[in-house]
T-cell receptor, first 114, second 112 residues
Framework: DSGVTQTPKHLITATGQRVTLRCSPR?????VYWYQQSLDQGLQFLIQ???????AKGNILERFSAQQFPDLHSELNLSSLELGDSALYFC?????????????FGPGTRLTVT | AQSVTQLGSHVSVSEGALVLLRCNYS??????LFWYVQYPNQGLQLLLK??????LVKGINGFEAEFKKSETSFHLTKPSAHMSDAAEYFC??????????FGTGTRLQVFP
């Protein structure tokens, strides 16, 4: 158990809909990262937040957005969903300080768009 | 731009045999490298990391990796495979501690 929690575990929705994925980082970790894992794209970095502020952006679509709240949990919002958005979405966290930057991953949310 | 290449999308070994999973990196600066393992229907678990302190890095579950600058490699090894090692393994590099760039993964099968 990495200490990173993600909800829900599975999500099935229709095209055009909007969903919210939630992540709680390990206790004390300030950085949260979101990744997408799909068969055709592999593991892709989407976005990073550090202590509530956006720190880095990767291959994140404009239909996707994220935020990190004062209690450090994070949400990834996916809107106008398309079939191609079906994937595993992982959240990871790290302390982001003191030279300890390794990332610890949650169990993921499997999104199926029908 | 930094990247990693994993040679071999599938590797099969017998139980008790040596495991060797290959990873080559591309980086213009000293990289920070990682190996993660993903068991079916689970998240990624950190096996080990290289952050320039020592070239031979020991990780969990008996795995280790050696950083070889001359070969730009960071191959993962385990002397004796166990059935429970069957999983997908990912090599990753971080350019600036803000994201991980993953390889395409190697699926390890272990036969009895």
């Amino acid at each position: 158990d990495s200490g990173v929690t993600q909800t829900p575990k599975h999500l099935i929705t229709a095209t055009g809909q909007r969903v919210t994925l939630r992540c709680s980082p390990r206790s004390g970790d300030l950085s949260v990262y979101w990744y997408q894992q799909s068969l055709d794209q592999g593991l892709q970095f989407l976005i990073q937040y550090y202590n509530g502020e956006e720190r880095a952006k990767g291959n994140i679509l404009e239909r996707f957005s994220a935020q990190q709240f004062p209690d450090l949990h994070s949400e990834l919002n996916l809107s106008s969903l398309e079939l191609g958005d079906s994937a595993l979405y992982f959240c990871a966290s790290s302390s982001g300080t003191g030279g300890s930057y390794e990332q610890y991953f949650g169990p993921g949310t499997r999104l199926t768009v029908t | 731009a930094q990247s990693v290449t994993q040679l071999g999308s599938h590797v099969s070994v017998s139980e008790g045999a040596l495991v060797l999973l290959r990873c080559n990196y591309s980086s213009s600066v000293p990289p920070y490298l990682f190996w993660y393992v993903q068991y079916p229907n689970q998240g990624l678990q950190l096996l080990l990391k290289y952050t320039s302190a020592a070239t031979l890095v020991k990780g969990i579950n008996g795995f280790e990796a050696e950083f070889k600058k001359s070969e730009t490699s960071f191959h993962l090894t385990k002397p004796s495979a166990h059935m429970s090692d069957a999983a997908e393994y990912f090599c990753a590099v971080t350019p600036s501690w803000d994201k991980l760039i993953f390889g395409t993964g190697t699926r390890l099968q272990v036969f009895p």
